[in-house]
């Protein structure tokens, strides 16, 4: 079992930025890939970023490419989002996933997460 929780989400402004973090408890934080996916208002659910259990790989949505970071910090049992120069179509909800599973390449296909956390709300506004 995996226990996750978000934290970081809110309101900014078109260009600014925030940080999201999920901190995660139970199974041992560094045996396994952690995904960020958000969902917006009437859309599904889509990957935006990943992270291999170790921090050397990492895999972006295009659109968020350049603009987004993912981080870990295995002795902190957490997994982060820098978030910078945001755009109003990045409002959603954030959902932090890990991927017990997938040991060689991160996935980008929800199904293949097994465990999520609650979401934080991230509002952008123009």
């Known amino acids: 079992q995996v226990q996750l929780v978000e934290s970081g989400g809110g309101l900014v402004q078109a260009g600014g930025s925030l940080r999201l973090s999920c901190v995660a408890s139970g199974r041992t934080f560094s045996s396994y890939a952690m995904g960020w996916f958000r969902q917006a208002p009437g859309k599904e659910r889509e990957f935006v970023a990943g992270?291999?259990?170790?921090?050397?790989?990492?895999y972006y949505l295009d659109s968020v490419k350049g603009r987004f970071t993912i981080s870990r910090d295995n002795t902190k049992n957490t997994v982060n989002l820098q978030m910078n120069s945001l755009k109003p179509e990045d409002t959603a909800v954030y959902y932090c996933?890990?991927?017990?599973?997938?040991?060689?390449?991160?996935?980008?296909?929800?199904?293949?997460?097994?465990?999520w956390g609650q979401g934080t709300q991230v509002t952008v506004s123009s």
């Open positions: 996933a890990a991927d017990l599973t997938t040991t060689l390449r991160i996935e980008t296909d929800l199904r293949k997460y097994d465990y």
């Open positions: 992270i291999s259990w170790g921090g050397g790989n990492t």
